[in-house]
């Protein structure tokens, strides 16, 4: 009967060691929505400028554009609200996601079309694209 006890407590000593290692050791939090998009994306930035040009009593609108790439990461804040995206060496900056894949900041709006494509604009100068990697 002791070595049933004994076994048993082993037993339950390893499934709590691999619980803990399971989800202490790994950087996805266990059971959020949101893991699905953590991970390294290929992020295409549109930059548009806009100016108007006077051709004697004409005016006419134009609108330079820049197209950049770089590579980003999606990762977790220390916030439980805010993931963060990470371009290239620098530039990072915190985005809410709702349980729809909204993305969400005070500057812009955008949303994952699936959990490997996302978009998001910043009023009309600015929009982010990424695919993952």
Known sequence: MKTHNFLSSTKLSILLFAFILLFNGCKKRPFDYRNKY????KI???FVKSSVIRSGATY?????TTKTEASGRVFYNKSDKHYQVRIGAGGESLYEIDKKGNLTTFEGSGHFLNTNNFEYTQST???MTGVRQ
């Open 38 to 41: 953590c991970g390294d994306w």
């Open 60 to 64: 006419v609108w134009h609108y330079d």
């Open 44 to 46: 295409r930035f549109i």
């Open 125 to 127: 100068t600015f929009t």
